[in-house]
């Protein structure tokens, strides 16, 4: 785990940090699809990506969901972060978009860090920070533009996060993730196709229009 801790957070902390981290830390692995954290969890360490990608997911009272944003490698959950420093509930699920790996640190340690460390704390803030702006732009994508245009800026987010311009989704999961129908979804990316800004082929989208 050492390496990998080295070369995903090598260039953000110290040393003696990564050193910390690799002796408490827990390394994890999920599959694509697979639920990492679930909402109303209690959350006691977080997380520290070290491979793959997770997309994070708000839940309305009648089930429905919403992607907030996505994480990556170098990354951590400003929301877990929240959580498990205030010792609540998780109000989010984390999934993984792909095969991923990841660092569980647990929460005491993240106090003591703070203290610590300056990188830990510029990352904290920074993971603050960003994760913030994102949700922002996730707030702006819903109350102004149309919903072909939160359609194409979803693939183009999913393709760039996964690396590839193929991405293997179906309909019914871009409708759960952007909250709306399945038959919405498939209407728009017909619509996406005839402008040349995607190609729909068997089981997976192409993304032209990067």
């Known amino acids: 785990m050492l390496e990998e801790l080295k070369e995903a957070y090598g260039f953000i ?39 793959g990608a997770i997309k994070i997911l708000r839940e309305d009272k009648d089930g429905n969901e919403l992607l907030l944003y996505f994480l990556e490698r170098g990354d951590t959950c400003a929301i877990t972060l929240s959580c498990c420093l205030g010792q609540t509930k998780s109000e989010v699920r984390a ?19 703070t203290a610590k460390y300056k990188s830990w704390r510029n990352f904290v803030f920074e993971s603050y920070q960003s994760r913030l702006s994102e949700m922002l732009e996730t707030i702006d994508t819903i109350a102004f533009l149309n919903m072909d245009q939160r359609l194409l800026r979803y693939l183009q987010d999913k393709a760039k996060i996964n690396q590839s311009e193929e991405l293997q989704v179906t309909h019914q999961q871009i409708a759960y993730d952007l909250n709306t129908s399945r038959v919405v979804i498939s209407r728009l990316l017909k619509r996406l ?13 192409v993304v032209h229009d990067l």
């Open 13 to 51: 902390f110290e040393e003696e940090l990564i050193q910390e981290i690799n002796e408490v830390g827990v390394l994890k692995f999920a599959r694509e699809g697979e639920i990492i954290m679930d909402i109303s969890d209690y959350i006691t360490s977080m997380p520290l990506l070290l491979e």
């Open 95 to 113: 999934v993984a978009e792909r095969d991923t790996s990841f660092v569980m640190v647990p929460v005491v340690k993240i106090e003591d860090w």
């Open 193 to 205: 196709e005839m402008e040349g800004k995607i190609l729909l082929q068997r089981n997976h989208i």
